[in-house]
């Protein structure tokens, strides 16, 4: 089995991506969408961290956290969130994936890929390729032509705070060419 290891940094600016197994587009159903707000906010009432930027679309979401000073427990974080959502989710009839005897063996259900993806921030430059990338995420993926008309993220708070025009994301920005992330 592959040995995993994650740069864990006090402190850290984090970018995440979680994905839904078989990419199934849960988040296609809004009251999913409402377990996951409530999962993720009950998460950062216990484990506190600050949200700089997220996307949420049917079968993933993208998010730039910083975590407090001295504290490493992203992983922990993205846990609870991925298990709040789970049991509500079920508890309301909510459908998932078969799961194999393996994964069903270590607890895993048929809703969320195993893994996620994260990637710590390094410099300024490198934070503002994300942040926008979080934000032109709906567009990249033709949910949308422009960002400004995607109602799960955090883009319409930085329109009302200058740092975004209403018309950015309409085309590629030049800060993510570079980035290799899905």
Same mark, same amino acid.
């Given at each position: 089995?592959?040995?995993?290891? #994650?740069?864990?940094?006090?402190?850290?600016?984090?970018?995440?991506?979680?994905?839904? !197994?078989? #990419?199934?587009?849960?988040?296609?159903?809004?009251?999913?969408?409402?377990?996951? !707000?409530?999962?993720?906010?009950?998460?950062?009432?216990?484990?506190?961290?600050?949200?700089?930027? &997220?996307?949420?679309?049917?079968?993933?979401?993208?998010?730039?956290?910083?975590?407090?000073?001295?504290?490493? !427990?992203?992983?922990?974080?993205?846990?609870?969130?991925?298990?709040?959502?789970?049991?509500?989710?079920?508890?309301?009839?909510?459908?998932?994936?078969?799961?194999?005897? *393996?994964? *069903?063996?270590?607890?895993?259900?048929?809703?969320?890929? #195993?893994?996620?993806?994260?990637?710590?921030?390094?410099?300024? !430059?490198?934070?503002?390729?994300?942040?926008?990338?979080?934000?032109?995420?709906?567009?990249?993926?033709?949910?949308? &032509?422009? &960002?400004?008309?995607?109602?799960?993220?955090?883009?319409?708070?930085?329109?009302?705070?200058?740092?975004?025009? &209403?018309?950015?994301?309409?085309?590629?920005?030049? *800060?993510? #060419?570079?980035?290799?992330?899905?």
């Amino acid at each position: 089995m592959p040995d995993y290891r #994650r740069l864990m940094v006090p402190g850290g600016i984090y970018f995440l991506t979680v994905v839904t !197994k078989n #990419r199934f587009p849960y988040f296609q159903n809004s009251g999913a969408c409402e377990i996951l !707000k409530q999962s993720w906010l009950k998460t950062m009432k216990e484990m506190p961290f600050h949200n700089l930027a &997220s996307v949420l679309l049917p079968d993933h979401f993208h998010c730039l956290w910083i975590l407090p000073p001295g504290d490493t !427990k992203f992983s922990k974080r993205i846990g609870r969130i991925k298990s709040r959502f789970t049991i509500a989710w079920l508890r309301q009839d909510g459908f998932e994936s078969v799961v194999s005897e *393996s994964n *069903s063996k270590h607890g895993n259900r048929g809703i969320w890929q #195993r893994r996620f993806w994260e990637h710590l921030i390094r410099d300024e !430059k490198d934070l503002e390729s994300h942040f926008d990338y979080i934000h032109y995420n709906p567009v990249k993926h033709g949910y949308v &032509s422009r &960002s400004i008309d995607w109602k799960y993220s955090t883009f319409m708070n930085y329109v009302e705070s200058g740092h975004y025009d &209403s018309t950015w994301g309409t085309t590629v920005p030049e *800060s993510i #060419r570079h980035l290799d992330v899905e």
